[in-house]
């Protein structure tokens, strides 16, 4: 029996369709979510296999004092997903320094203090695994949410780095890439203002929005479905580093590298002349 801490749990998002799927595979779970109470009934019939947490994961000491919690409670931490993050429309030109800073802290930097929280453990046990969830603007530029994708390059880099650095001591870190799918991600895009400082980008900014809120409850990507190839993916004899899911996200990203190798082909001569 494994111990999953799952962050961002909250109801009609990734996090949950996690817990139940560990759940279901006879795995124990810690859920946090800002608003604890929303979890309290969806909790109840598990009973001792599920603890509940409040958590902001961009408050440092909540983040150490759940992890804390989470381990005296079932003795340690086998999986991680650090799933809690959203983002904020706006330019990169013009986008409010508050929104900028929320955005990195949110995606990037809330992602740095639950790895570092939990790692000690999983290094003294000598095993583990770390699941980020990043995007597919994570691997391709997104307009109108160039802060987003920024942190979400940055979380992928990042992965890359640590996956090595933990693989001596049996932790495996695997990122993964969602397209559109169908959680409560983008419902809350309705009543949210547009808050362009730059004039010249409020009508690309209002048309970003307004694809998000038509788009809403219409996605292609099943959370179901999406977390179950996770755990395919976790489970195979050689576990990717990355995995894309969903189809749209994957001819998106299927195409920016085919692109960008022809692009990096067509200038070798250029690269290959910089050496003395």
């Known amino acids: 029996m494994r111990t999953w801490f799952i962050t961002g749990g909250t109801p009609g998002g990734f996090g949950l369709v996690y817990a139940e799927a560990a759940l279901a595979q006879g795995d124990q779970v810690v859920v946090t979510a800002r608003r604890p109470s929303e979890l309290r009934e969806w909790a109840e019939p598990h009973g001792d296999r599920v603890l509940v947490l409040q958590l902001d994961v961009t ?3 909540q983040v150490r004092a759940a992890v804390k919690t ?10 991680l997903v650090n799933n809690a993050g959203r983002g904020w429309f706006g330019s990169v030109e013009g986008t409010p320094d508050e929104t900028i800073r929320r955005t990195f802290d949110l ?13 000690p453990g999983m290094r003294a046990r000598g095993d583990g695994w770390i699941v980020n969830m990043s995007s597919v603007a994570g691997l391709v530029g997104a307009e109108g949410f160039g802060y987003y994708s920024a942190a979400k390059f940055a979380l992928e880099g990042l992965s890359e780095t640590l996956r090595q650095e933990v693989q001596p001591f049996g932790v495996r870190v695997l990122v993964v890439e969602p397209g559109a799918f169908r959680t409560k991600a983008y419902a809350g895009f309705q009543d949210e203002p547009v808050n362009e400082t730059v004039d010249a980008y409020v ?21 179901e479905r999406g977390v179950q190839a996770v755990l395919s993916a976790m489970n195979a004899p050689v576990p990717p580093h990355r ?3 969903g189809n749209s996200g994957y001819d998106v990203v299927v195409a920016m590298h085919e692109n ?3 692009e990096l082909r067509a200038n070798e001569k ?6 003395f």
């Open 260 to 262: 960008a190798l022809a």
């Open 203 to 223: 009508p690309l900014v209002e048309n970003v929005k307004a694809a998000f809120v038509d788009q809403n409850g219409k996605q292609a990507g099943d959370p």
């Open 243 to 245: 995995i894309v899911l």
């Open 59 to 61: 408050d440092a000491e």
């Open 107 to 119: 995606n990037l930097f809330a992602v740095v203090e639950v790895v570092r929280a939990v790692l």
């Open 270 to 275: 250029l690269s290959r002349s910089a050496d």
């Open 70 to 79: 989470a381990e005296e409670r079932f003795g340690g931490i086998d999986v």
